[in-house]
């Protein structure tokens, strides 16, 4: 099968949509992260007066049934309508129209996109559906809904597309790693355009207590909730829960070239590790995060030195952030000191499977605007968080030609991507 490998072509980023709990659509989210704008407030979606729990970055706003046919609004989880708005998005921001495809276009057009949940809210419901009588039927989908596969299957059926149709769960590194693999099919000559990125929904009932079983979420900030997600401050007390899509045309530098469209930046490496160490828990050494940041640098071809930006998985919980920190002393030595780095989580909570999605929206601000992201409520410096992530306020007019976005997950997981300016 390597027999007829030819040198990989270059694969960027042509089209970029999404809906996010700052703002919907590319525009509106560049804005909400340049003010610095908090996504987080009280739950709306549900009851949450009994529970520890009481707030989450949701989109309230979103006109979910705008993206659907109303034969299919009880038979899809909320993931599905999220994504079809961003992918809409991302394809008309491309200048790709898809309807106009042969058929041999069409099966070299692909979509891969990253999950944590996929359609868990949505089961949830339909077993409350079934045991708690609250209609008289679950819906006839619950299974293929439920399962993670439907969700790419819904964009490759909206749009047409013939080409590969894969979802990558790997939890919080779902996306990283989606966005990868898509790219490595471009590059192989495997497929030729593909929709990729993040999509996820984990805001009901049973999934927010599940968290809070695990003692992950802050319940110190239900009065406050923009001030709830603070990664880096010493006064940090855990995550936030969030929803949203981040997705994007990738295709070869050669064909976007050809059709003169915009290109916001190469995918130029990835790299990937596991700690082996705990379910949950991230190993305090850091080494495997920071060797996942380095196989991405080498994978690009370049050194620490030519990062010039570092978009931080940044969940604000106190271990995840102080191992962070670590691991980017271990990958960037003493370029770690005058590294710009930021996260995005303080705006948009952790938005699980679609966390490297979103931290690739934000890099792409900062490679295309020259402005870069702030960790808002980065109050109360913390003696072992002591580098720069922009705390506060937005750095504008910054030269960034490379970025690097980082990301770890459950199972002690670790992926890494760097984009690069074209």
């Known amino acids: 099968m390597f027999n007829d490998l030819k040198p990989p072509r270059k694969v960027v980023i042509t089209g970029f949509g999404c809906v996010t709990p700052i703002g919907i659509g590319k525009d509106a989210f560049w804005k909400g992260l340049s003010e610095g704008r908090s996504g987080v407030r009280r739950i ?37 309508p999220l994504a079809l708005a961003a992918a809409r998005e991302a394809v008309a921001d491309s200048g790709i129209e898809p309807e106009e495809f042969s058929i041999e276009q069409k099966q070299s057009f692909g979509v891969v996109l990253g999950t944590g949940g996929g359609g868990l809210e949505f089961t949830e419901k339909q077993y409350a559906h079934w045991f708690g009588g609250t209609e008289k039927q679950a ?7 439920s399962t993670h596969g439907g969700l790419s299957s819904e964009l490759s059926m909206v749009f047409g597309l013939k080409g590969l149709s894969h979802i990558v769960s790997t939890g919080c590194t779902s996306s990283t790693d989606a966005i990868s693999y898509a790219a490595q099919h471009i590059a192989l000559g495997k497929q030729d355009v593909m929709l990729a990125g993040g999509v996820d929904s984990p805001i009901a009932r049973g999934i927010l207590e599940a968290f809070n079983v695990m003692t992950v979420l802050t319940k110190d900030w239900n009065e406050e909730p923009e001030r709830a997600s603070r990664p880096f401050s010493k006064d ?11 997705i994007y045309v990738l295709e070869t530098l050669e064909s976007a070239r050809e059709r003169g469209a915009h290109i916001y930046a190469e995918i130029a490496g990835y790299g990937a590790t596991c700690d082996a160490y705990h379910r949950v828990r991230l190993d305090e050494d850091a080494v495997e ?12 071809g370049i050194a620490p030195e030519e990062v010039d930006y570092v978009n931080l998985h940044g969940t604000s919980t106190q271990l995840n952030d102080r191992i ?34 979103a931290g690739i929206g934000a890099a792409l601000l900062a490679l295309s605007e020259g402005t870069i992201a702030p960790t808002i409520n980065l109050d109360i410096p913390d003696e072992e968080c002591d580098l720069d992530y922009t705390p506060i306020e937005a750095a504008k007019g910054a030269r960034i030609d490379t970025a690097l976005c980082n990301c770890i997950g459950f199972g002690s997981k670790n992926s890494a991507l760097v984009l690069r300016s074209v």
């Open 44 to 80: 709306e979606s549900f009851d949450v007066s009994d529970s520890a729990v009481q707030i989450a970055a949701e989109i309230p706003e979103f006109d979910w049934k705008a993206q659907l046919n109303p034969k299919d609004f009880k038979h899809v989880s909320r993931t599905v």
């Open 139 to 145: 819906s006839i989908y619950t299974i293929p809904s």
């Open 236 to 246: 940090r007390s855990g995550i936030v829960l969030g929803e949203g899509s981040w």
């Open 289 to 300: 995060p920071a060797r996942a940041m380095k196989l991405a640098m080498n994978d690009a």
């Open 324 to 357: 962070e920190t670590r691991a980017i002393r271990n990958a960037f030595n003493s370029h770690s000191e005058s590294l710009k780095m930021s996260a995005t989580k303080s705006q948009v909570g952790h938005p699980q499977g679609a966390s490297g999605a």
